[in-house]
């Protein structure tokens, strides 16, 4: 059974840093392609990256330069590493599962493996 726990939300001031985690268990990295995705309140799912090892990854406009995915494959875990964060950052972020990337934005509707999200606020 494929699950996904993330961990490491919070609050943070803008222009500050956050490392998200993703644990994977009943799969193994090696053989997934991993997105996060981030809901804002109010709004849908957005796509922000995703990879298909750390040399291989699609990151949109509004993250890239700041956002870098990496892979524990001994821990089996993802992470997200956020820098210069701002306001419109915040959000509940997830991770997902599945076979690859389309290369372009990440849909939701191309996971079907999800974790429960964890929340994260930058705020002064």
């Known amino acids: 059974q494929v699950q996904l726990v993330e961990s490491g939300g919070g609050l943070v001031q803008p222009g500050g840093s956050l490392r998200l985690s993703c644990a994977a268990s009943?799969?193994?990295?090696?053989?997934?392609?991993i997105a996060w995705f981030r809901q804002a309140p109010g709004k849908g799912r957005e796509g922000l990256l995703c990879?298909?090892?750390?040399?291989?990854?699609y990151y949109v406009d509004s993250v890239k330069g700041r956002f870098t995915i990496s892979r524990d494959y001994a821990k089996n875990t993802v992470y997200l590493q956020m820098n210069s964060l701002k306001a419109e950052d915040t959000g509940v972020y997830y991770c997902?599962?599945?076979?690859?990337?389309?290369?372009?934005?990440?849909?939701?509707?191309?996971?079907?493996?999800w974790g429960q999200g964890t929340q994260v606020t930058v705020s002064s």
């Open positions: 997902a599962a599945d076979w690859g990337c389309n290369w372009g934005i990440p849909l939701p509707t191309d996971f079907r493996s």
């Open positions: 009943g799969f193994t990295l090696d053989d997934y392609a």
């Open positions: 990879s298909t090892n750390p040399d291989n990854t």
